[in-house]
T-cell receptor, first 116, second 110 residues
Framework: DVKVTQSSRYLVKRTGEKVFLECVQD?????MFWYRQDPGLGLRLIYF???????EKGDIPEGYSVSREKKERFSLILESASTNQTSMYLC???????????????FGPGTRLTVL | GQQVMQIPQYQHVQEGEDFTTYCNSS?????IQWYKQRPGGHPVFLIQ?????EVKKQKRLTFQFGEAKKNSSLHITATQTTDVGTYFC??????????FGKGTMLLVSP
């Protein structure tokens, strides 16, 4: 079974703090994704990565950056947290190599971040 | 850009009633996927449909992919309280990303 883990289930930070959210997958997947989920807005893609050190902006990248130094690990960074970044953050991974067919994505348990 | 729309946004049924959620894409899809997210949980893959007109069943769940490959539906027969959650459809976008619908939240009263 694919396992995607996230470093924290709940996180409380203050405005202006630098925040790191970590995600690790154990199935040698090529692709990794960061989403945020807000009521009524569904899942919105922040960033994704299709290879080590490669990253692409998603639909809402503003205020975020990412890092993928190792294949199994994908980090989401909030350089200066703001209250409007309070949300549920979900990491996902997929096998890759599909060239646009759209791989099944496997999600982590999520991190609920509150920025005060 | 590609949009995937789902209706209804929310549905509350009595246990034993049927439930259907609909998904419509602004573009033709090579495949469509369905996910379920239980309350407090994370999205979990249910199924992928690839062929035009395809119908697949998983116990009480029936998934359909439209002939034009622009719409899909999920029908649950005789809902149970274990069916509670949000159901998302998703279509491929670009290189291995997915566009998710906003989901249909299903509540089932015993």
């Amino acid at each position: 079974d694919v396992k995607v883990t996230q470093s924290s289930r709940y996180l409380v930070k203050r405005t202006g703090e630098k925040v790191f959210l970590e995600c690790v997958q154990d199935m040698d997947h090529e692709n990794m994704f960061w989403y945020r989920q807000d009521p009524g807005l569904g899942l919105r893609l922040i960033y994704f990565s299709y290879d080590v050190k490669m990253k692409e902006k998603g639909d809402i990248p503003e205020g975020y950056s990412v890092s993928r130094e190792k294949k199994e690990r994908f980090s989401l960074i909030l350089e200066s947290a703001s209250t409007n970044q309070t949300s549920m953050y979900l990491c996902a991974s997929s096998l890759g190599h599909s060239q646009g067919v759209g791989d099944t994505q496997y999600f982590g348990p999520g991190t609920r971040l509150t920025v005060l | 850009g590609q949009q995937v729309m789902q209706i209804p946004q929310y549905q509350h049924v009595q246990e034993g009633e049927d439930f259907t959620t609909y998904c419509n894409s602004s573009t033709t899809l090579s495949n469509i996927q369905w996910y379920k997210q239980r309350p407090g949980g994370h999205p979990v893959f249910l199924i992928q449909l690839v062929k035009s007109g395809e119908v697949k069943k998983q116990k009480r769940l029936t998934f359909q992919f439209g002939e034009a490959k622009k719409n899909s539906s999920l029908h649950i027969t005789a809902t149970q309280t274990t069916d509670v959650g949000t159901y998302f459809c998703a279509g491929p976008k670009g290189y291995s990303t997915l566009t998710f619908g906003k989901g249909t939240m299903l509540l089932v009263s015993p």
